[in-house]
């Protein structure tokens, strides 16, 4: 796997599962930053006030170097770590999966709580659509009209993505093109009358 990917899900997904009288409904959903995730777990606790726990676990980041794990109030270790083991063993980041729990009654002990929320977070996990999505570098290219053609040639071959062009006197290109090929079409623009702009 090229270290400028990296897997997600494509759009919300859920799961609902029983276990003894309790009921466990997961939600996994793509997530960018924490403010997200905030308004996400805060719209989960409106919805679903009346639930025992709301447990969570977040990665964030192409290598999921920035993560949480919440127990909300369920003993330690038994609910946010055993949905955090499975967005990393589904490889998957920028991802939040909450675990909601209604008490039914009945205690399930540690093991219990373990599997039950290392389950419902799998079935969540099951239920979405697993993509893998590239890092990507923004490349804004300034060149005279004057190179106009070579510059073009450059991007027709390397492929970017245009984000936004301007064509004067002075034209300007944002471009967006997955990180392992950023630095040759860096080299390619500049070699063909282009200036980064960094």
């Known amino acids: 796997m090229a270290d400028d990917s ?3 899900i494509a759009a919300p ?3 609902a599962s029983r276990e003894r009288s309790s ?3 997961a939600f996994a959903y793509p997530v960018q930053d924490e403010e997200r995730i905030r308004e996400l777990l805060d719209a989960l606790r409106k919805k679903y006030y009346d639930a025992t726990h709301h447990c969570y676990a977040w990665r964030l980041g192409p290598g ?3 993560w949480r794990a919440n127990d909300d109030g369920e003993p330690s270790g038994t ?7 499975q967005l990393l063993s589904h490889e998957l980041t920028d991802c939040l999966v909450v675990v909601v729990r209604y008490f039914g009654g009945t205690k399930l002990g540690v093991p219990g709580l373990i599997a039950a929320y290392k389950e419902s977070a799998a079935e969540a996990i099951a239920a979405a659509e697993i993509v893998r999505r590239t890092v990507d570098r923004t490349i804004r290219v300034a060149f005279p009209y004057m190179a106009m053609n070579d510059i073009m040639r450059v991007v027709k071959e390397e492929q970017p993505a245009v984000r936004s062009q301007s064509f004067d006197n002075l034209c300007t290109m944002e471009l967006s093109i997955r990180e ?3 630095d040759r079409l860096t080299q390619r623009l ?3 009358g282009g200036s980064i702009e960094e």
Do not use: N, R, V, W
Request: aromatic fraction near 8%.
């Open 6 to 8: 990296y897997l997600t």
């Open 64 to 66: 999921g170097a920035s």
């Open 79 to 85: 609910a946010g770590k055993p949905i955090l083991g």
């Open 23 to 25: 009921k466990f409904l």
């Open 13 to 15: 997904a859920e799961a």
């Open 190 to 192: 500049k070699k063909a």
């Open 180 to 182: 392992s090929c950023a």
